[in-house]
């Protein structure tokens, strides 16, 4: 989820904490450790500053992981055991555990995902049913924090929206299910599909859909039951070893295969000395543009002179930004 609906889900819980007998010796270290616990996960997000490829390879990985997810609430526990009396650590500790495993929890539910599993497994877990924004979840926390400001007892404000929410992801699940039947009818009499992915958007009616199939990709978006593909394009093999050698180990080319479920793949020549790779991620077209690529520029001598990974909205943009590296 995004920052902004981590920390209201970090006041609604600070809201519930107050009713802990144990926590009652302090409202600040009550709110910081429910609020710090929602947010500590994304401290990753500090890797922007460094590049794209570490960001990407990195952001909800590791510190989304058990150990991390055990290992945070332990440091929260410190910081308020050192800067707060009057309170009971081990509480403090189990509203920690809450909100961070509540944090990574919520975030697997979008088509970015986590790690959660690590070091079980470094698969992303990404169930595609949530967008990273969304505003029904966020308004339903901000109604509860409301009624909790105006005197509303905080079991009141916030369990039935608790079990609203759980019905809302219930539903979502299931129009994520009747949109991939949809989809799969609209296509199956030409091709056999071999993969399918379905993700929200902000609307709560429109979602994003992509279709691999053995000869096409599909890619477009639903609104309600009516599913418009707006690109299709044939399939390549992927780019033979003599040239895939060159780039494979570069690390903006291994982050994007590490990290993109769905994706196709152009080599081009763009004069007698430059051949570009582009990978393109299908599941973020909009206005007829792919924003998430991957791009390297090998020399006539096979070597790498230009690479880029991340978002960008427009050709021009991703021209510029690849060149500035």
Not at 95 to 115: C, E, K, M, P, R
Not at 187 to 210: C, D, G, L, S, Y
Request: hydrophobic fraction near 45%.
């Amino acid at each position: 989820m995004d920052t902004g609906t981590h920390i209201v889900m970090g006041i609604g819980l600070t809201a519930l904490a107050t009713q802990d007998p144990a926590m009652a010796g302090s409202f600040v270290a009550t709110a910081t450790t429910l609020v710090v616990g929602s947010l500590i996960p994304d401290g990753d997000t500090a890797l922007k500053l460094k590049d794209n490829a570490t960001y990407i390879s990195n952001h909800r990985g590791i510190t989304h992981s058990i150990p991390f997810t055990l290992l945070w609430p332990l440091l929260i526990s410190l910081f308020i055991f050192t800067f707060f009396k009057n309170i009971d650590v081990t509480h403090v500790w189990l509203w920690a555990q809450l909100a961070v495993f509540l944090h990574v929890f919520v975030d697997i539910f979008n088509s970015y995902g986590t790690q959660a599993l690590r070091p079980i497994t470094n698969k992303w877990i990404q169930l595609s049913v949530i967008n990273t924004f969304d505003p029904i979840i966020f308004i339903m926390w901000c109604v509860g924090i409301v009624l909790w400001l105006f005197g509303v007892h905080p079991y009141l404000a916030f369990f039935p929206i608790i079990a609203l929410l759980v019905v809302y992801y219930i539903i979502r699940f299931r129009m994520q299910a009747i949109i991939k039947q949809q989809a799969l009818k609209q296509i199956k009499q030409e091709h056999n599909p071999v993969k399918i992915f379905v993700a929200p958007t902000i609307r709560f009616m429109e979602w994003r859909v992509a279709i691999q199939t053995e000869t096409y990709d599909y890619v477009g978006r639903s609104f309600g039951r009516n599913i418009v593909f707006s690109d299709k394009s044939e399939r390549h093999p992927f780019p033979s070893d003599d040239l895939m050698q060159y780039v494979k180990n570069d690390k903006n080319i291994k982050t994007f295969l590490n990290f993109s479920s769905i994706y196709r793949w152009q080599a081009t020549k763009l004069d007698d000395d430059t051949t570009e790779i582009r990978l393109i991620d299908l599941r973020y077209l909009k206005n007829g543009h792919y924003s998430f690529v991957a791009i390297a520029h090998l020399d006539e001598h096979k070597e790498i002179d230009h690479s880029y990974i991340g978002w960008v909205f427009s050709e021009d943009k991703l021209q510029r930004k690849l060149f500035a590296k």
